[in-house]
């Protein structure tokens, strides 16, 4: 299994903007589709946004627009830009993988590795 580790995440104010990382070992990056996926208390994994070793790219209705996901092979790291931050985006936010093959990255239950979390908090 591949291993992953998130950075990026802190403190901001309502409209700013902040950049997660992913960056993976132990695996062939460019065969894996990634997603980003949040989680707040009491709540299961929501979706936030995926991407296929193509490129193509998929989002939660209520990020569009705010949140870019990309990745780049070479460094093997996926890259969440979230801008125009509210404070309903506040959760935990994680990194995952998958080489299976799915119709959907929206289901955590597709993903085979998870990175440990990292805290995004925006305030009002």
């Known amino acids: 299994q591949v291993q992953l580790i998130e950075s990026g995440g802190g403190l901001v104010q309502a409209g700013g903007s902040l950049r997660l990382s992913c960056t993976a070992s132990g695996g062939t990056f460019s065969s894996y589709f990634m997603g980003w996926f949040r989680q707040t208390p009491g709540k299961g994994r929501e979706f936030v946004a995926g991407?296929?070793?193509?490129?193509?790219?998929y989002y939660k209705d209520s990020v569009k627009g705010r949140f870019t996901i990309s990745r780049d092979d070479a460094k093997n790291t996926v890259y969440l830009q979230m801008n125009n931050l509210k404070p309903e985006d506040t959760a935990v936010y994680y990194c995952?993988?998958?080489?299976?093959?799915?119709?959907?990255?929206?289901?955590?239950?597709?993903?085979?590795?998870w990175g440990q979390g990292t805290q995004v908090t925006v305030s009002s």
């Open positions: 991407i296929r070793w193509s490129a193509i790219t």
């Open positions: 995952a993988a998958g080489s299976g093959i799915v119709t959907t990255l929206r289901a955590p239950d597709g993903y085979d590795s």
